[in-house]
Every structure is written in structure tokens, then in C-alpha cells.
């Protein structure tokens, strides 16, 4: 029974069980695992039996046919695994809406998708939308409110800006007012040096008390006081004159050249002039004692108040202009996150329809997996669709790769750059080449059946584009990792190993003759022999095992 036997039984029970997954998955799985075994072993026993059978037939009736010549040869040293065929590069197609959602519709697996396709935006996969449609709809709404609130905010701020300007010019402009009043009632002197006292509370009211004799000073008050003082001259003046005219007039009355009348008249206008004259100097003395520092005082008042007044006005508008700016930033950041959720749905939207990336042949996600976890994640309209699931594959028939796994004994040897050569199973009289590509920097995952079972995954490009090659198909692989020139060789099953060392038994004298050996490298073939044996001698290929007899020389 040969290897392809094997393989077909193999591939023919995977086929019958295509039962439903579910509770008993896994005792089928196992019960398919050990009718697989079972096979092998039966089939191992046959070849075994076989070959038994035959050599013992052949060195029956013809001794020299089991023997093989020492010979020096070149020996090529190569790794042979078998492995699947993939495309060496795909698009995987992956669902992008959050969640899970629903297949709705799907090409059908193999459609093949040509350039055009792409131009023209082809579907290939839609997903339930209905309920991010909805979400799509209630999110613009609130877009629209976010941007309104944020024009109105940018329109408040502007607003403000303005307000306070405005305001700020008003309190600037009483300030620059109330201090030419300052100035305009003092004299600009006067009034900085008053101001400077009124800087040190407690001593403006000394400085204005001062002021009245400062020779700085100006303005409506020195104005003011030169009136006063001028009305108390001119009454004085007026009060002189009087005074002489009414003793005039009395001379003259004693001497009867006047009347009673006329002296009387001249009397009551003396008296005029002196009530006159010391209301002069009233107005002078309340002028200077309370009306001039009343209205200095007051105009001081008025000057710092202005300037607090525009702290205030300052203040406020820079508070406003906080309030107003907070709420913009407020209502930028509100905008910035209903339009990203906006966005986000949109995006979820189209994503719900899934066109043609790239050409090549549609492949289901599905399809690369087997028995329950195939069930479980089958691609069909209706099935259910986790985030980030892959949906379809659309490999790439240009450049096929074989997925191969190497075992630990190996995979040092193993480098990129390599060469191989390829045996498809489906062309067997066909072979290829290739070379290795990447490999593992871990082993795969233990087997159960098998925990001391080491391999790495390891990929080997094939050479060429070819059409007939599809995705899928089983190819061996034979990796070229070294070759040994002129070294001694024998075939591999001429060495046995007793006692820990390794033997071979050479022809002598119409029997045979155990030799230690050294051995080397070796492939499945041949292995080097690097002592115990010389060219030209004879070897058994098929050399008695532990506990069969043995011909003495």
C-alpha cells in the first residue's frame, strides 16, 4: 500500500464526516483521529511485511542484489515535507462594523474578480445597516444642534469683544475727563502735585489745605480766589470812599450847606459798602475754608473713582470675555465630538457595503477551516458577523507560496534564501522550484496526540505563475540545504545501530562481516561515511537486526 493509498483513505474519511458540529464534535473528532491511525499502522505493518518478504526472496536467490558498493559521490543534503498551497499574497476582506451585524448578501464562493470589477466598485459583501442607519440619522441631528450652539458661541464672543471695548473706552475716557477736570479747577501743576499726595492716604487734606497759598497754583480755583479777592479790594475801595464822602458831607452839614437828608443818605451808603466789603471777605474766607477744599476733595473723588470704575469695567470684561471664550471652547470640543461620532457612523455606513479591493478569485473565510470551528463560522447570508472577522479571501494567483512544517531537527538549517524543488500532488510528473522564504521564530502549538511532536511554520515560494496551480493544493517540498563533494557513501538503511554504535556488514569470504563506522550528514537516501569503511567494498542492505545470526569471515 503506498503513500497516495494512504492519503486517499485518509482524505475519503474526512470526507464522510461531515456531520453538524455540536456536543459530540469533539468524541468524532477523535474517533476520526484514531480511524486515521489505524490506517497508517495497517498500512505501515503491510509495506513492512512486503519488504520483509522481498528481501529475504532476493537474498535467497540472488545475495548480490541486497549489496551496495562503497562508492565516493556527491551527497546533496535535502529536507522534504508536504504542505499546503496559498497564495503567496491575499486581500482578506474584514467585517469593520462594530459588534456583530448580519450577512445580508454575498458573491457567490469562486466568482472570479476581474479589473473592471474594481473600476466599477463591484459588491461583494452587505451587511445589515438598518440599525446604524438609524444611528446615522438621530447623529446628524445632533450635529447640526452642536454646530448652531457653536455659531452662536463664536457670534456671543465677538459680541463681547465689542461690548468691551466699548466699555473700556467708556471708563477710559472718564478717567481721561475727570482728570482735566482735575487739572482744568488746580492747574496742571497744582494737580500733579496734589495727586502725589493723594497717593499717601492721610496727607491729602494737609496738601489741600496748602494748596490755597501755593504760588502753583492755576485753574478755576486761583481764577476763583483772584475774584474773591478783587470783589474784596473793590469793596474796601468802594468803603473808603464812602467813609470820606460822609465826612465830606458832615463838614458840610455842620457848616449847613447840606441837608439832614443828604448826610443820612451818605451815612446809609458807608453802611452799604461795609456790609459789602465784609461780605467780600466772607465769601473769601468760605471759599478758601470749605467751598475749595470741598470741590478739591470732590474732583479727586471723582478722578479715583474713574480709574476704579475702569478696573472694574476691565475686570468684568475680561470676565465676560473668560465666560464667553469658555463656552466657545465648550462648544468647539461638543461640535469636534458629534462630528467624529458623525463620522464614525458614516464610515460604519459604507462599511455595511464591501466592494471589490483587488482582483483575483473569491475564497469564503469559511472554507479554510475544518469540522466544527467550518460550522461554526460558516459564511452564508444570514450568518453573524463578529467585528474584525474575516469574510473572504481573495488570494493572489501570481505568486503561490507552500506552507510547510519543519521539525526542530532541521529548522536551523533551514535559511531564506534557499532553494527547493516542488512535486504538486495533482501533476506528479510535474516538478517545480521554489525558494524559502521565512520561518517561525516559535514552534507551532503542541499537539495533544503527539506534546514532543516540535515543528515551525515555514514558507517556501514557488517559481512561476501558473494557472492550474490552485489554492489549497498539496505539494512536497524538498529543500536543497547543503551538498557534500567526493565523500563516501552508502544508502542509509545499510546502517544499523547496536549497542549505542553505529554498524555496517561488509561481504567477506561468502559471509559478512560487522564494522563500526562513523557516519555524517545524510538525507533520505544516502549518508556519509567518514570511517570504519573504504571505496570499492561491499555492504548489506538489509543487514541482520539484534538477535539474528551472524556468518563469521
Not at 366 to 378: A, I
Not at 398 to 427: L, Y
Request: hydrophobic share 35%; glycine share 6%.
Amino acid at each position: 500500500m503506498t503513500n497516495q493509498d494512504n492519503t486517499t483513505k485518509v482524505k475519503s474519511i474526512k470526507k464522510q464526516d461531515n456531520q453538524p458540529a455540536g456536543k459530540l464534535a469533539p468524541l468524532k473528532w477523535l474517533r476520526r483521529v484514531l480511524i486515521i491511525a489505524v490506517v497508517v499502522v495497517i498500512a505501515g505493518a503491510g509495506v513492512f511485511v512486503f519488504l520483509r518478504r522481498a528481501s529475504g526472496r532476493l537474498s535467497e536467490s540472488n545475495k548480490e542484489a541486497t549489496t551496495f558498493t562503497v562508492r565516493r559521490d556527491n551527497l546533496p543534503i535535502n529536507v522534504t515535507e508536504s504542505g499546503g498551497i496559498k497564495a503567496l499574497n491575499s486581500k482578506d476582506i474584514k467585517s469593520e462594523v462594530e459588534g456583530q451585524t448580519t450577512i445580508t448578501s454575498i458573491v457567490d464562493e469562486g466568482t472570479i474578480i476581474t479589473p473592471n470589477d474594481v473600476n466599477n466598485g463591484k459588491v461583494l459583501v452587505e451587511l445589515d445597516s438598518s440599525e446604524i442607519e438609524q444611528k446615522l440619522t438621530q447623529q446628524e441631528i445632533a450635529f447640526l444642534n452642536a454646530e448652531a450652539s457653536l455659531t452662536e458661541a463664536k457670534e456671543s464672543l465677538d459680541i463681547q469683544k465689542k461690548q468691551n471695548d466699548s466699555d473700556i473706552k467708556a471708563g477710559q475716557m472718564k478717567v481721561r475727563f475727570s482728570l482735566m477736570d482735575v487739572h482744568k479747577y488746580f492747574g496742571k501743576n497744582a494737580a500733579e502735585k496734589l495727586m502725589s499726595a493723594s497717593a499717601n492716604p492721610g496727607h491729602e487734606h494737609n496738601e489741600i489745605a496748602s494748596l490755597i497759598e501755593d504760588p502753583h497754583l492755576g485753574g478755576e480755583a486761583l481764577q476763583k480766589l483772584r475774584e474773591l479777592e478783587g470783589d474784596i479790594k473793590l469793596k474796601r475801595q468802594e468803603l473808603k470812599l464812602a467813609n470820606n464822602k460822609l465826612e465830606w458831607t458832615e463838614k458840610l452839614y455842620q457848616k449847613e450847606y447840606v441837608s439832614l437828608n443828604q448826610k443820612e443818605a451818605d451815612s446809609l451808603e458807608k453802611e452799604t459798602k461795609d456790609i459789602a466789603w465784609e461780605k467780600a471777605k466772607t465769601a473769601k474766607d468760605l471759599f478758601v475754608k470749605y467751598e475749595f477744599p470741598k470741590q478739591a476733595e470732590k474732583l479727586l473723588s471723582d478722578y479715583e473713582e474713574a480709574k476704579r470704575e475702569l478696573e472694574r469695567v476691565e475686570a468684568s470684561a475680561r470676565s465676560k470675555l473668560a465666560q464667553a471664550q469658555a463656552k466657545l471652547d465648550s462648544n468647539e470640543a461638543t461640535h469636534a465630538l458629534q462630528k467624529k461620532r458623525l463620522e464614525k457612523l458614516q464610515k460604519q455606513f459604507e462599511a455595511c457595503t464591501i466592494r471589490a479591493p483587488a482582483t483575483g478569485q473569491v475564497v469564503y473565510a469559511s472554507s479554510l477551516m475544518e469540522g466544527w470551528w467550518r460550522s461554526r463560522n460558516m459564511i452564508e447570508v444570514g450568518a453573524e458577523i463578529r467585528e474584525r472577522q474575516k469574510i473572504i479571501f481573495i488570494p493572489d494567483p501570481s505568486v503561490m507560496k507552500i506552507e510547510v512544517k519543519i521539525h526542530e531537527t532541521w529548522i536551523d538549517k533551514v535559511q531564506p534564501g534557499q532553494k527547493a524543488n516542488i512535486t504538486i500532488v495533482a501533476f506528479p510528473d510535474k516538478t517545480f522550484t521554489g525558494e524559502v522564504l521565512k520561518k517561525a521564530p516559535l514552534a507551532d502549538p503542541e499537539e495533544w496526540l503527539n506534546p514532543d511532536h516540535k515543528v515551525y511554520a515555514t514558507d517556501v515560494r514557488l517559481d512561476g505563475a501558473h494557472d492550474f496551480i490552485k489554492t489549497g493544493m498539496t505539494a512536497k517540498v524538498e529543500i536543497n540545504i547543503d551538498e557534500l563533494h567526493d565523500v563516501l557513501i552508502v544508502p542509509i538503511q545499510a546502517v544499523v545501530t547496536l549497542e549505542g554504535k553505529k554498524v555496517c556488514y561488509c561481504l567477506s569470504n561468502g559471509g559478512h562481516e560487522k564494522r563500526e563506522v562513523e557516519t555524517g550528514s545524510f538525507n533520505d537516501d544516502f549518508v556519509e561515511i567518514k570511517s570504519g569503511l573504504a571505496e570499492g567494498q561491499k555492504v548489506l542492505l538489509n543487514p541482520p537486526r539484534p538477535g539474528e545470526s551472524e556468518a563469521a569471515s
